[in-house]
């Protein structure tokens, strides 16, 4: 079975930038999320969706980050324009409500660096 | 959201027990214990969860205080391939999400 697949790994840019990370979750689970790891914290959820509706977004900047699940399929993650502190590795997640554990799957993120 | 506590840190020899303590005292009887872990450069991965009774599975055991107040995941061999960050979560039902803290990071020695 295929995993969470997150693009692109690594990227680079100058504050004020923009920039935009893609998700793919496993076939058939109906919740994505969105995490921010800093560096030497635990993961942060930033926004939930349930197909293609947001649950909570509640921790989301959203002044300057924005997410969307079009189709209830994949997932896009901007932020624009970028701040130094918005370092960090941005993890998606997807799971199966109804599952017996509601186990979240994680990929393997993305690591933005803002100079 | 109730909160759980967990050393910073700890550390094993290869092959011995592991014993990660995590207290949660403000627990409410419909939450889950859940336990993650993350592996260096890689996502969280799901390791174990519980309600009330103890709980085995192929990665690890899971003994909950009989008040619920705390709990503790055991590695019963630890290999250096065990060397990551573990979470202790509580979880209300699986539609929510997980709330992760700082977690405790294993180092296991050869």
């Known amino acids: 079975e295929a995993g969470v697949a997150q693009s692109p790994r690594y990227k680079i840019i100058e504050k004020r930038q923009s920039v935009a990370f893609w998700c793919n979750p496993i076939s058939g689970h109906a919740t994505l999320y969105w995490y921010q790891q800093i560096l030497g914290q635990g993961p942060k959820l930033l926004i939930q969706f349930q197909n293609n509706g947001v649950v909570d977004d509640s921790q989301l900047p959203k002044d300057r980050f924005s997410a969307e699940r079009l189709k209830g399929v994949d997932s896009t993650l901007k932020i624009q324009p970028a701040k130094l502190e918005d370092s960090a590795v941005y993890l998606c997640a997807s799971s199966l409500v109804q599952g017996r554990t509601g186990e979240l799957f994680f990929g393997e993120g993305s690591r933005l660096t803002v100079l | ?110």
């Not at chain 2, 094993?12 to 949660?24: K, M």
């Not at chain 2, 592996?39 to 909950?64: C, D, F, K």
Request: aromatic share 8%.
């Open chain 2, 1 to 110: 959201d109730a909160k759980t506590t967990q050393p910073n840190s700890m550390e094993s020899n290869e092959e011995e027990p592991v014993h990660l303590p995590c207290n949660h005292s403000t627990i409410s009887g419909t939450d889950y214990i859940h336990w993650y872990r993350q592996l260096p450069s890689q996502g969280p991965e799901y390791v174990i969860h519980g309600l009330t009774s103890n709980v085995n599975n192929r990665m690890a055991s899971l003994a909950i205080a009989e008040d619920r107040k705390s709990s503790t995941l055991i590695l019963h061999r630890a290999t250096l391939r065990d060397a990551a960050v573990y979470y202790c979560i509580l979880r209300a039902n699986s539609g929510y999400a997980l709330n992760f803290g700082k977690g405790t990071s294993l180092l296991v020695t050869p």
